[in-house]
């Protein structure tokens, strides 16, 4: 059995009432999930196959922001504990992005499964799998891939602009001279969807995840 070092303990306790005080302060900075390299693979290599093993990586990117989307309203979690940011084609899972162009340490890693043609489609190399989905996350993929299989890139990014979490920085992603993305918080997708009760839900699973990596850690 593995025992934890009292600071360890200590540590965990600590961060437990700062996630408790969140209920009662939502004002204060959102913590986020630690992103699950494999299981953003998986799930990535799952849209691919669904489809022929290529997309338009823009839909891609569509696709999975719409299915963490869903998976944090009804599970108070994410597949891929992936950052979201807005930028002037909606919403996008920010690693997952920059792993797709290139500009992520991991990227080469990534590349062995799922590489980027010459025009701007992803396809599959080598497949990924899917060992570490849970069931309910691959039936979740099924059924975002077939309520949106019609549609094209830009049919999504339509309808990501209309969800309340990009259109609060939608008058400055379309204006000159300011910044062109900006971080969407778990707290904003909530609120967008009308799920703050679910606030506390995925404050226990960023507890949980902490006590996991810090009990492997130690």
């Known amino acids: 059995m593995t025992c934890l070092p009292i600071l360890a303990i200590l540590d965990l306790i ?6 408790d005080s969140r209920c009662l302060c939502v004002s204060m900075s959102f913590p986020n999930f630690q992103f699950r390299f494999d ?5 990535s290599g799952m849209f691919l196959r ?3 093993g290529r997309l338009n990586y823009l839909k891609l990117l569509k696709l999975l922001y719409l299915t963490e989307r869903e998976c944090l309203r009804i599970d108070g979690n994410t597949i891929t504990g992936d950052c979201f940011r807005a930028l002037r084609n909606g919403p996008i899972l920010s690693t997952v992005y920059n792993l797709i162009k290139g500009k992520d340490s991991q990227s080469p890693r990534w590349n062995r499964y799922i590489k980027q043609g010459t025009d701007y489609y992803v396809f599959i190399a080598e497949d990924p799998g899917t060992e570490d989905l849970y069931r309910f996350e691959k039936e979740l993929i099924q059924k975002i891939d077939e309520e949106y299989k019609d549609a094209g890139e830009f049919d999504l990014v339509r309808l990501t602009h209309t969800f309340p979490e990009w259109k609060k920085f939608e008058s400055r992603l379309l204006a000159p001279g300011f910044p062109n993305s900006y971080s969407i918080t778990l707290e904003d997708i909530l609120e967008g969807i009308n799920k703050l009760e679910m606030i506390q839900p995925v404050l226990d699973n960023l507890y949980l995840e902490r006590f996991y990596h810090e009990l ?3």
Not at 14 to 19: H, N
Not at 39 to 43: D, F, H, M, N, Y
Request: aromatic letters at 12%; a positive charge; zero cysteines.
């Open 14 to 19: 600590s961060w437990k009432v700062f996630l």
């Open 50 to 52: 669904l489809n022929g």
């Open 39 to 43: 299981k953003a693979l998986q799930a």
């Open 216 to 218: 492997v850690r130690k």
